[in-house]
């Protein structure tokens, strides 16, 4: 690890370098790359059959990404260790600038240099590595004690509140969410899952009374989507209509009707699955959703091999962040989960949260080429 | 400690993998088990709903069949009309735009309405094509068109509208179509397109689902937004099928004429003397007519009203169903004007009803034939029987007058049938029974619908002793007897049961069924079973009635040489006559207010020695059947026979 202190440092460096190419996981590289190059055919069908204004953008953020996650993926983790507080700090900064001076009405977005930035996608991949470095040395720290979990739920609170309030409710509950599996991963006493579980359903009248009258909708519109055809219901009925009208093989590729005559809406961002469902059916979703299940699996692998907590904590944490992702995102097209905003990751056109999943997955190629028990 | 703890660690991340694992893996499960239900299970269901996202079919009316008359001239048609259609979008301010339409064309109430009634309830913003009015005239067309600049939202298209060619000569058998109602779609009898005609009356009505054709469609791809981005044909219209009748339009035409005639005089409005009488009497009736009808006096009177049906022998074609009066159908294409439909529909005349089958009428005498033939059969009377007339018969309490107010003195039953004697047919009825006399009638097509090709045709009636008890629960009475035995009282037919009833005498071994379709085969009919020596009788008599010396018919031959035509007339009382009128002696028919004059009728066949045309002429009210129906029925058979 001290290969600073090396006397043959060119050289080493180099041999390193390779060594370290050799180690990483290249199936979950391939993986990705296939994933992504899925989300820019699928990209380039929704434009009808064009490269702009998706495919082409994705492919080279893409690109750009597995670059970065390569990158990412030969720097030790003892780097990022010592970088998660600021990072925390800094993603949080970032979603309080975001709530003061946040672009259009709804304020996610911060702009810089042209680039539109979401900062409430990099914060789960703070949060995670903060958790991790919080319960790395584990030896110091009860798990019993209920105290021990006051601060990681502070950790998980402070970004789940700002981004809910932003208003972005999918986001914030997926930060809440990513952040109590964590938790329970690594052993919070049931009785306050329980607890706190009770707590969180004495609260709901309270929550229901802070959200905003379009988040309020989408959760009754999702509760009965025939109420609202032509407004908020409306999504959703088209994206069941598309999914739907796929059966086994689909339409074809470049042939969704709902999806050519703008049946769909946000069929680039968070529609995409259903646009994929409507042209390749059935048989395309199951080979789609087993790829992520796949990859899933790949990377929860590694958290049983890696043998620092930190480690295991960030590939956990990165594994469930794309589950989530994914269950969210398709659940929520199909119609299982109200319409929160999710976008399906690596497939979906945001740069944001591309590069966020690919970092995270840098990051657990990282965790994995370092491990010294391989 | 540590190694153990790590350990204890290790242990329960692995449990809590697990635990969290099976969540995924339930989640995924549900997941996959969602697509399964929407994409497998409920496939067609959202497939159907996809369909009816991406295409918005057109219904296209096929193009109606034409009616053409046996020898193709066109009886209804359709011709190429005009219509307005608004190019709407959310943009467009509809009221402005109508008000300046209407300031260069006129648009009849009732389509503005309907459009009106079309912009409000339209379901979304989406633009879409509003039918204004369906009836564009020339002049309209180009008038909008020099100001087309003007109107960038407004456009015509080609429709189809019926046309009658006709006019009313044909009116009540052709019919007419109309803008289906929610009855019709209620019926099952259609399905609900705008602007889809249907028949409503006559043979457009009988033969609608024929004419009709079937539907096409046209299937526009439409985007979320309701742009069209593509358009095909998906599935084409068929057009109507042409339906050629058996009338003969030359024989309608004359008889129609005929028929408003009379015996009146045709004059036309350019004489001075009707000049005169119109200005004084300020009647709009005759404003647009080219000629009035004068009686002797020379005073304009309305034409006739009555019914004239000729009829095949044979095969039972009907070669011309008049009824007068008649009215336009053509008014009905367009969108009927209520106040025009108010005033046929008020009209006393009764202008709608189909005269020839939907009429009822007391047959009189024209129906003694028949009685005749029922004592033959039935044997009560023969060849020789002999009664004496003295102008009336004492039947219980009352007198049952003859016609011929001194009597026929010793009639037989031939001289009956020539001379129209009553109270011969008094005595023979007594004998026969009112129930052989009403089974004769039957069997020779009175007192039952016919099978024409037309929807509304009356019953009439054919009493008999249990329709009597059954009606009034009262017995039959032996006066009523007689009334019947000469076509009066409970008797109703109407004159195509009587060109029915004629043809078969004359045909003298088969029931002719009548029939408006041009048969290209031979049609199959049932026996009649009646003795041919009978029928041979009968038509001998009733050839009398025209060539014999006392014929009530007599001075109207068509003047073949031993090939005449043979008939009996028909005069019918409409209002009882009093004894007391009776002593004071009966007013003259043309004195009498035109509601109490009596019907003559005529019916007959030609010529005598090869039958082939039967006639039944009904003159409402026209006095009486030997000079009045009669001569109408000799012209119109000189007519067809060319004589």
């Not at chain 2, 005929?258 to 001075?272: A, M, V």
């Not at chain 2, 200005?279 to 002797?296: E, F, G, W």
Request: one cysteine or more; aromatic letters at 10%; charged letters at 20%.
């Amino acid at each position: 690890m001290n290969y600073r202190k090396n006397k043959f440092l060119k050289e080493s460096f180099l041999n390193l370098f390779l060594s370290k190419l050799f180690r990483l996981n290249w199936v979950i590289v391939f993986c990705v790359f296939l994933l992504c190059l899925i989300g820019v055919a699928f990209l380039y069908s929704a434009a009808g059959g064009q490269w702009n204004p998706w495919a082409k953008s994705h492919l080279y953020r893409s690109i750009i990404g597995i670059g970065l996650m390569l990158l990412i993926a030969l720097l030790p983790p003892k780097f990022y260790n010592n970088l998660s507080i600021s990072c925390f700090i800094l993603g949080l900064l970032s979603l309080l600038f975001v709530k003061f001076f946040g672009q259009g009405s709804v304020q996610r977005w911060i702009s810089i240099g042209g680039f539109n930035f979401q900062p409430s996608e990099p914060i789960k991949l703070a949060l995670i590595l903060v958790l991790a470095k919080y319960f790395d040395n584990i030896s110091k720290i009860d798990l019993q004690k209920v105290s021990t979990f006051l601060l990681p739920i502070i950790f998980i609170l402070l970004p789940g509140i700002f981004v809910v309030t932003q208003p972005d409710l999918g986001t914030g509950l997926a930060i809440i969410l990513l952040g109590i599996a964590i938790l329970f991963y690594i052993g919070i006493p049931l009785k306050i899952v329980f607890l706190s579980f009770i707590v969180v359903i004495s609260c709901v009248p309270i929550i229901w009374n802070q959200l905003y009258e379009y988040q309020k909708n989408r959760i009754l519109v999702f509760l009965n989507p025939q109420s609202d055809s032509l407004g908020s219901g409306y999504q959703i009925i088209q994206s069941k209509i598309a999914i739907g009208s796929g059966g086994l093989f689909g339409k074809g590729y470049l042939l969704g009707s709902q999806s050519r005559l703008n049946y769909l809406p946000e069929k680039h961002t968070d529609f995409v699955f259903t646009l994929i469902s409507e042209e390749m059916g059935f048989l395309g979703s199951l080979i789609l959703i087993f790829l992520f299940c796949f990859l899933i699996a790949l990377i929860m692998r590694i958290s049983f091999i890696v043998d620092t907590v930190f480690a295991k904590i960030v590939v956990f944490g990165v594994g469930f962040l794309i589950f989530l992702y994914v269950a969210l995102n398709i659940g929520m097209v199909c119609g299982l989960l109200p319409v929160v905003g999710a976008p399906l990751p690596l497939i979906s056109h945001g740069g944001t949260s591309l590069i966020t999943v690919l970092i995270g997955i840098g990051l657990v190629l990282s965790m994995s080429v370092h491990n010294k028990r391989i | 400690m540590k190694s153990k703890n790590k350990k204890l660690l290790d242990q329960k991340i692995s449990r809590r993998f697990l635990f969290l694992f099976l969540i995924k893996g339930i989640a995924i499960g549900a997941i996959s088990w969602r697509l399964f239900d929407l994409q497998l299970i409920e496939n067609q269901k959202y497939k159907k709903l996809s369909d009816g996202n991406q295409f918005d079919y057109l219904i296209i009316p096929p193009e109606r069949g034409r009616i053409l008359d046996r020898q193709n001239r066109l009886l209804a048609g359709n011709m190429d009309g005009f219509s307005l259609v608004l190019k709407w979008n959310k943009k467009i301010n509809v009221d402005v735009i109508l008000k300046n339409t209407l300031s260069i064309i006129s648009i009849n109430k009732k389509d503005i309405k309907n459009f009106n009634l079309q912009i409000k309830t339209m379901k979304n913003n989406y633009p879409k094509e509003v039918l204004i009015t369906k009836n564009l005239s020339q002049k309209d067309v180009s008038r909008l068109a020099v100001r087309r600049i003007n109107f960038p939202e407004i456009f015509f298209s080609m429709s189809k509208n019926r046309i009658y060619p006709q006019g009313n000569i044909v009116a009540h058998i052709i019919g007419y179509t109309g803008i289906f109602s929610k009855t019709d779609v209620k019926n099952g009898n259609v399905i609900s397109v705008p602007g889809l005609d249907i028949g409503k009356r006559g043979l457009e009505k009988y033969f609608d689902l024929q004419l009709r054709g079937m539907f096409g469609r046209k299937r526009n791809e439409v985007t979320s937004k309701g742009y069209i981005i593509d358009s095909q044909i998906h599935e084409t219209t068929i057009s109507g099928k042409d339906l050629q009748v058996s009338l003969d339009m030359r024989l309608q035409a004359f008889a129609f004429q005929r028929l408003e005639q009379g015996n009146y005089n045709l004059i036309s409005t350019d004489d001075k003397s009707i000049k005169k009488q119109l200005t004084i009497q300020k009647n709009n009736k005759y404003l647009d007519k080219k000629y009035v009808y004068t009686n002797k006096k020379n005073r304009i009177v309305s034409s006739e009203s009555g019914s004239i049906i000729v009829m095949d022998i044979d095969n039972g074609e009907i070669l011309c169903s008049v009824s007068t009066p008649s009215f336009n159908p053509n008014i009905f294409s367009n969108g009927l004007d209520i106040e025009e439909w108010n005033k046929l529909r008020n009209n006393k005349k009764s202008p709608l009803l189909n005269r020839s089958m939907s009429g009822l009428y007391s047959p009189g005498s024209t129906i003694k034939m028949a009685v005749a033939l029922a004592g033959l059969e039935a044997g009560v009377i023969d060849y020789k029987t002999n009664h004496f007339c003295s102008g009336k018969k004492e039947f219980g309490n009352n007198d049952f007058h003859c016609w011929a107010k001194n009597g026929h003195g010793n009639v037989s039953l031939m001289q009956a049938i020539e001379q129209s004697c009553d109270v011969f047919f008094y005595e023979i009825g007594l004998k026969i029974g009112i129930d052989r006399i009403a089974e004769m009638l039957k069997k020779l097509g009175l007192g039952q619908y016919s099978n024409i090709e037309i929807n509304d045709k009356a019953k009439g009636v054919v009493p008999n002793l249990d329709w009597k008890f059954k009606r009034d629960g009262i017995k039959w009475q032996l006066g009523e007897t007689l009334n019947a035995s000469i076509g009066q009282g409970f008797i109703l037919s109407t004159p195509l049961q009587l060109v029915t009833m004629v043809s078969r005498i004359a045909n003298g071994k088969v029931s002719v069924e009548p029939s408006l379709l041009l048969k290209k085969t031979n049609r199959k009919f049932d026996l009649l079973n009646i003795n041919y020596d009978h029928i041979k009788f009968i038509k001998k008599s009733m050839e009398q009635v025209v060539v014999g010396k006392k014929g009530t018919a007599r001075n109207y031959k068509i003047g073949l040489k031993n090939n005449e035509m043979a008939g009996k007339t028909g005069t019918v009382q409409v209002v009882g006559i009093s004894d007391l009128e009776r002593e004071k002696g009966l007013l003259k028919n043309e004195d009498r207010p035109w509601k109490k004059r009596d019907h003559a009728l005529f019916v007959g066949y030609a010529p005598v020695k090869k039958p082939k045309y039967a006639i039944c002429v009904v003159v409402e009210h026209g006095g009486s059947g030997s000079s009045v129906a009669a001569p109408i029925a000799r012209d119109v058979l000189k007519n067809i026979l060319n004589v």
